[in-house]
């Protein structure tokens, strides 16, 4: 009779392994199955070869003009062309290196926190970044203190889409958690001044936000005084975000159990304590997908800032196409900008997949 750590060490079967077996079982595990993948096999077929033709084998990679380029394949010239317009906008060429250097700082920090395994370190480190990283990046792409000031209507193409993003990030999840805790506070006037201001502003088009931001804002300001455009807009997504980051995090604080609530009061935590410590890490750890969700869909509705006057990343693609060196090359302007965003909301998406396998406390069997 096998001894139980023979039985272990028999290998499995090969009809159970291998790519056949992975094959039958996602793909050919039933005849509706098999069915569905034959079309989108054939779906494939019909998409993907001219797809592949058109971008890389038939497309033109030669820094060549308009007329010069083939009709049938893409020409990647005009993307070359106009990089420095789809990366940084009117930005002075001769001043290019500043953004460029933040780009740099960003990367450096991030990887100085990644290596760094103490905890505390790590947080003085990300704190640090949340209170002078912002400061450095505004006065090196604005400029000042000898730098040459470079006003906001200059900025555009991904740099002013970053901006933008990360900006109505980070500085509406602060306000979201605040809109949140406020929702559920047990003082009604806190509650009814929340619950208002979110279903007001949730009820609203961010489109219609922001052109309140860039026209009535201003009235708001003593006569002669003229507010930044871009200052304008991110105020307006500010405002706009935090309403979906509270009711993101609102869902995370009710799906915490009544006894922890109970637990922390029995420990005799006061309020900021029980919510700092123990409710809050939590409703954030829920709501770890949904959070980044909301991100992702700012990042995608900063393409509106268009209508105030701002060019990000996909206005340039109308700005650039309208040189008469470069008519009719918008589908390449339109897949080169479709290719970096994806890149940089997938890139999101798995990083958010990262923290939930990081924050998973659960036990399983």
Known sequence: MATFEQQLSRSTPKSETGASHWIRKNLFYSLSSSVFTLIALY?????VPPLANW?????????????????????????IEKSDLFIYGFYPPEEIWRPQLVLALTLSFVFVSKSL???????????????????????LLYGGFGLKIVE???WGGLMLTIVVATVGIVASFPIGILLALGRQSKMRVIRLLSVVYIEFIRGVPLI???????????LFFKEGMDMDKLLRALIGITLFQSVYIAEVIRGGLQAIPKGQYEAADAMGLSFIQKTGLIILPQAL????????GSFIALFKDTTLVLIIGLFDI????HLTTSDELWLGRSTEGYVFVMIVLWIIL????????QLELKYNTEHKK
């Open 55 to 79: 971008m890389f084998f038939d497309a033109t990679f030669a820094q060549v003009t308009n007329e010069q380029c083939g009709r049938e394949g893409a020409c990647w010239s005009y993307i």
């Open 285 to 292: 750890k829920i709501s770890i997908p949904n959070i980044v």
């Open 43 to 47: 779906f494939i077929y019909l998409v």
């Open 152 to 154: 906001t209507h200059q």
């Open 117 to 139: 395994k103490h905890y505390a370190h790590r947080v003085k480190i990300i704190i640090g970044l949340i209170v002078i990283y912002p400061i450095i990046t505004f006065f």
């Open 346 to 353: 997938y890139s999101m998406s798995r990083y958010s997949r």
């Open 314 to 317: 996909l206005s340039m693609v």
């Open 208 to 218: 219609t936000i922001l052109f309140m931001a860039s026209v009535v804002l201003p």
